[in-house]
């Protein structure tokens, strides 16, 4: 009980990975704001002005931060639902190729390993793909040359070896390595793939309104600049300080949102696309080092 005390308190002091560093400014800006007005008001300037609470309801602007939020988690939520799917996908395409391809010559082994190999590619060109990441040396070593030279020219590598993975499972229904009914479930997982490629785009290319993101940071600016006007008169010195944690906490539920409504990024708080693919990688290392036991006769 003790230890989950103290893990509570590290996580609460905790400074990587928060939105601190992101909002410090306004809230040093706002506070100081806060001093100065208390500054006036000490020496009987009329700066007090109650009524100013009424110019931007709290209960408004909190709902506000909350539909901005709880959209950018949703945008979180379903972009990491979709590595989960691309991941699970992999999976199981790849134990299904694994088992059920039959082996006619010597070289299909080598040729499942490197369909395999295309499945960790396709997650890493995704991964690569969202963060607007030109074809790097990730990819040159899961795919083979010729092919890595043809997709540093494509728009959209993912895509490209998608292409390529389904030419393959053609190829093998074509020499009666896999049936018919094999080679249509196979396609579908394949097209699972590119459906989830497909959302992940979609989250990237639709951000939050212009407008929406426009007024709502127009709110928050009015309203801790007019909050010292409205707690002078109870407050007096503390006001500076009082300004600075309401603009904290406000700033800071803004922040998150902006923050996690693109996850595909390197904030600590983004998806980790990096380690996402290295359990895909480490799956098909372990997958090809198990010899299947049943073979199709």
């Known amino acids: 009980m003790a230890e989950k005390k103290s893990q509570w308190f590290e996580i609460a002091l905790q400074t990587k990975g928060s939105v601190i560093s992101a909002i410090y400014k306004r809230v040093l800006l706002s506070g100081i704001f806060g001093v100065l007005v208390s500054i006036l008001y000490h ?23 909350v539909f901005r939020t709880n959209t950018a988690y949703d945008r979180f939520w379903e972009g990491r ?13 790849a134990r299904q190729i694994w088992i059920s391809v039959d082996e ?46 043809k997709l540093k020219m494509m728009n959209n590598p993912p895509l490209d070896i998608s292409i390529w993975i389904g030419d393959y499972l053609q190829e093998q229904y074509q020499r009666h390595c896999i049936n018919n009914y094999q080679c ?28 929406y993101a426009i007024h709502l940071k127009q709110l928050l600016l ?23 944690l309401v603009s904290f906490t406000l700033l800071g539920i803004e922040a998150i949102g902006l923050e996690i409504e693109n996850p595909f990024g390197y904030d600590a708080n ?22 299947p036991t049943v073979h199709k006769s």
């Open 81 to 93: 639902k979709s590595w989960g799917a691309i991941v699970n996908t992999t999976r199981n395409l």
């Open 104 to 149: 006619k010559e010597l070289k299909d082994k080598d040729h499942k390993i490197a369909a395999l190999n295309l499945l960790v590619a396709f997650g890493v060109a995704t991964k690569l793909h969202l963060r607007g990441e030109p074809v790097n040396s990730d990819l040159e070593a899961l795919i083979p040359a010729n092919k890595f030279t």
């Open 222 to 244: 009015l309203y801790c600049f007019l909050l010292p006007f409205q707690i002078v008169d109870d407050l007096h010195w503390w006001t500076g300080l009082i300004s600075a």
């Open 43 to 65: 020496f009987k300037i009329p700066v007090s002005q109650p009524i100013l609470s009424t110019v931007i309801p709290s209960i408004v602007l909190g709902l506000l931060l």
């Open 270 to 291: 983004d998806l980790p696309l990096d380690t996402i693919c290295k359990v895909m990688k480490r799956n098909i290392d372990d997958l090809i080092s198990i010899t």
């Open 184 to 211: 249509a479930n196979m396609q579908e997982l394949l097209n699972i793939l590119v459906d989830n490629l497909g959302t992940c785009e979609r989250i990237l290319k639709t951000p939050m309104p212009l407008a």
